[in-house]
């Protein structure tokens, strides 16, 4: 058992506009399991037009929007904080990107047929718009993190269909749902320690087992390393998300 | 649309009834088969009723804004067609024109009071023609069925703009800015054949003691719907609602001409406030709780002032209204002791369906001092949403610390469960049971229903047990609500008894 007592650091950004699929849950998730363990907390949002410190953070949070601010944070994303999120996942810093977020994370995002927008360039993937309804239901994939697989259930509410590059491995494999773009069978992607995936609902109170992965994995330690907590109802709520996914 | 239509009401009364003899509850049943024999059924229906018709749209309100209405409208001695059963899709408002509907062009009322599901406004708009339309608020809800809130507000803004929208008189909350915005075209509407559609009626609240400290987590319409730059606020209030104005452009909130000053809210019991028309200002003493009561009043208030209603009536219709279907409905139920002893027990049913609401629930209960016992079924049928996310943006936190025993129920009672318990309520006071019978007989006290496993395990840490006699208070989302109602029918329980 780890007794070494470093904070974790993270960092939100733009969590009063990139927020709609409520994911404040997932950095509540986050706080409570740090707090619960001794394990001092720190989390700071960095909003439109402020500068971002690679250094200063073991985690980089960038959740959902709606449209008209998902092109007002990605103007901004690409004008004040591209080279600092470079540098904190070239440093091995986790950046998660959820729904819009990830999006954000690839090249490009078609907002409408023909109106492109450059992304973050973090994970090798665009995102078009097709023909066809939004792709809008209970999900679960299958994971494969150091070496164990798991699974991750949650929502999905994308018009968007997301392509991985040729080199991109993706998150997961769908179980149940879409995922990326509706036939892949591949959901998300993930390049080191940066992960983009499409599941909210938010997906780290569904998923306790990732949220305690990433928390280990910003601090450099052992998933095994973190003190258990009581995980019962946890346990039923990711259950009873699989089963509404029918997995 | 060819032939009479005289036997498709017919047929669709028929196949209604059948479809009530086979069980099927559904209100909206005749309607949809109407609609599907006669495309313009509702807009031929409409067209009986001499005083035309309103229709009332929002995120949350609807249903006790229109029943506050009926309430007034009734006693103005208007004879009212009313889709009260919150049926406020096509179908259900077919229903209920078709139940009104008699002889070849006949109807029983006068005017038409419909509440209408955001989505289907402009449908209906274009379909009844009506004379005034009211819109009460926008919050993010169900964006698995609804999308975002701007696409929501463009579809409100083109219904209103075109014919036979731009000839309705509009009601609208001045405090928020997105539903205040679709007032602005108006102002300068050209070619409207109705020359009193260019008064927008807005209404708002004036009371600075109610501002809240910072806005809600999950507030939504923050920018400018004009030029895109963030809004400042004077004053929130409730959600995004409040006293704003746009730094960049000028664009302010409107200046109401219905208004409420000096709100005093009383617990989950009733509101008082001052209300504020051009016809002069009147105390009302609301029996429903809370401020976004209180902001259901003033809309109701403001379109019976464009209904040209006294005044004196509004507040006699305000004060009697009562409250509409599992929104702070009260029952007694009697409830078995550990002991076996049988008391009574008060329930009290507050609708949860979306954060800005869910928000307002809970604000409203912690304002009842003391612990709560607390019953919340969470479900994700289609009606409620599939996407239970919402519970993660609505402020559970404002219970942290008041919750003497929680129940959790529901098709995702475990997602509320662990929702709870990250809010900070203590573990040993969660207790969850996804099937609704078996909870309610635990939340309402009914000990030995419980297994002696959980007995154990579930409140090793002391969970006390509840009181006789406080209240229960059911959280429930849109089809818990409707299976609670149901499980307190077969109870014997009806809404007779309902308060």
């Not at chain 2, 009211?134 to 219904?159: C, M, P, S, V």
Request: charged share 20%; aromatic share 6%.
């Amino acid at each position: 058992m780890s007794t070494a007592s470093r904070t974790l650091r993270v960092c939100a950004l733009y969590p009063d506009l990139m927020n709609i699929y409520a994911d404040r849950g997932n950095l509540l998730v986050i706080e409570r399991r740090c707090v619960w363990r001794g394990i001092p907390f720190q989390l700071t949002s960095c909003g439109l037009s402020e500068p971002l410190d690679a250094d200063a953070h073991d985690l980089f949070y960038l959740g959902g929007g709606q449209d008209r601010d998902q092109v007002l944070c990605t103007e901004d994303l690409l004008a004040t904080k591209r080279d600092a999120l470079h540098a904190a996942a070239a440093r091995g810093a986790i950046v998660l990107g959820i729904c819009g977020g990830y999006q954000l994370l690839g090249r490009s995002y078609e907002l409408s047929p023909g109106e492109q927008i450059a992304g973050v360039g973090l994970l090798d993937v665009r995102t078009v718009r097709e023909d066809g309804p939004r792709l809008i239901g209970n999900v679960a994939i299958e994971v494969t993190l150091d070496g164990e697989k798991a699974v991750l259930a949650g929502f999905e509410n994308h018009g968007g269909r997301t392509r991985l590059g040729v080199d991109q491995a993706p998150l997961g494999r769908v179980l149940r749902g879409y995922g990326n773009d509706g036939h892949s069978g591949f959901e998300g992607a993930r390049s080191g320690n940066t992960i983009g995936t499409y599941l909210h609902g938010p997906l780290l109170p569904k998923n306790v087992w990732f949220a305690d992965w990433l928390i280990a994995t910003a601090l450099g330690l052992d998933r095994q390393e973190l003190l258990p907590l009581d995980d019962t109802l946890e346990r039923e709520a990711h259950e009873s998300a699989r089963i509404a996914a029918h997995a | 649309m060819s032939g009479p239509l005289g036997p498709k009401l017919a047929i669709a009364r028929a196949v209604g009834a059948l479809s009530r003899l086979r069980g099927g509850g559904a209100t909206s049943v005749p309607g949809k088969v109407l609609t599907r024999l006669e495309p313009d059924a509702i807009g031929l229906l409409g067209a009986r009723l001499s005083r035309g018709s309103v229709l009332i749209s929002a995120t949350n309100g609807k249903t006790t804004t229109a029943a506050m209405l009926a309430s007034i409208l009734k006693r103005a001695g208007l004879p009212l067609v009313h889709n009260r059963a919150g049926a406020n899709m096509a179908g259900g408002i077919a229903s209920t024109l078709l139940a009104a509907a008699h002889g070849r062009a006949g109807i029983d009322g006068e005017l038409g009071l419909f509440e209408v599901d955001e989505f289907w406004l402009a449908q209906l708009v274009a379909q009844l023609r009506p004379r005034a339309i009211l819109l009460g608020n926008l919050f993010r809800d169900q964006l698995d069925r609804y999308g975002e809130l701007e696409t929501i507000a463009e579809r409100w803004a083109k219904t209103l703009q075109e014919n036979p929208g731009r000839d309705a008189r509009l009601v609208l909350n001045a405090d928020d800015p997105m539903v205040a915005d679709l007032g602005r075209a108006r102002a300068d509407a050209e070619g409207s054949a109705n020359r009193s559609a260019a008064d927008v009626v807005y209404f708002g609240v004036d009371d600075n003691s109610l501002a809240l400290p910072h806005m809600a987590h999950a507030a939504d319409a923050k920018h400018c719907r004009n030029c895109g730059a963030p809004y400042s606020f004077d004053a929130v209030y409730l959600g995004h609602l409040g006293h704003y104005r746009c730094p960049s452009c000028g664009q302010a909130r409107p200046a109401p001409i219905v208004r409420a000053t000096d709100v005093h809210l009383e617990g989950v019991r009733a509101a008082r406030f001052m209300l504020h028309t051009p016809a002069g200002a009147a105390e009302v003493a609301l029996p429903l709780p809370g401020l976004y009561n209180v902001y259901n009043a003033l809309a109701a208030a403001a379109l019976a002032y464009a209904l040209d209603v006294s005044l004196e009536t509004i507040v006699a219709g305000l004060q009697n209204t009562r409250a509409a279907f599992g929104r702070a409905e009260t029952v007694t139920l009697s409830a078995t002791e550990p002991g076996g002893e049988t008391v009574e027990r008060e329930l009290r049913i507050l609708l949860v369906k979306n954060p800005a609401g869910a928000n307002e629930v809970l604000r409203t209960l912690a304002l009842e001092p003391g612990e709560h016992d607390l019953l919340g079924v969470l479900n994700d049928n289609t009606a409620d949403g599939r996407d239970v996310s919402w519970v993660w943006d609505a402020d559970f936190e404002l219970l942290a610390g008041r919750v003497r025993r929680a129940t959790c129920s529901g098709t995702r009672a475990a997602e509320l469960a662990v929702r709870l318990k990250y809010a900070g309520v203590e573990l040993a006071r969660i207790e969850v049971q996804p099937e609704l019978a078996t909870a309610l007989s635990m939340a309402l006290g009914g000990r030995e229903e419980e297994e002696e496993e959980e007995e154990e395990e579930g409140t090793a840490g002391g969970a006390p047990a509840p009181g006789p006699r406080a209240p229960l208070y059911a959280l429930p989302t849109y089809t818990a609500m409707l299976a609670l109602r149901d499980l307190l029918a077969e109870r014997g329980v009806t809404g007779s008894a309902l308060t």
